[in-house]
Nanobody, 125 residues
């Protein structure tokens, strides 16, 4: 069984920064893409950022471009999300996810096989 564990969430003032981390444990697997999603109260889960290890191509939601940076280590199945210039609208539970599908680009939730339990990010105004 594979577990993804997120850390680094918390309460921060608007304009502040947080670094989210996600590490995989348990059964060994090859991930081809990893991503960060978020879900705010009353809203659907949305993709924030994704990285495909082959070529290290990245994708960002328009709402976070220029403020968030995704990075990680494919050999360790770890992924990070550096969040800067945080806004109250960034408040949500942030989930990391991993895809073991060779063709995955990491753009859609259905591509992902493993999910973390989430870490809360709260941005105060």
């Amino acid at each position: 069984q594979v577990q993804l564990v997120e850390s680094g969430g918390g309460l921060v003032q608007a304009g502040g920064s947080l670094r989210l981390s996600c590490a995989a444990s348990g059964r060994t697997f090859n991930s081809y893409a990893m991503g960060w999603f978020r879900q705010a109260p009353g809203k659907e889960r949305e993709l924030v950022a994704a990285i495909r290890w082959s070529g290290r191509s990245t994708y960002y939601a328009d709402s976070v471009k220029g403020r968030f940076t995704i990075s990680g280590d494919s050999a360790k199945n770890t992924v990070y999300l550096q969040t800067n210039s945080l806004k109250p609208d960034d408040t949500a539970v942030y989930y990391c996810a991993a895809s073991s599908r060779l063709w995955s680009q990491g753009r859609y939730a259905y591509e992902y096989d493993y999910w973390g339990q989430g870490t809360q990010v709260t941005v105060s105004s």
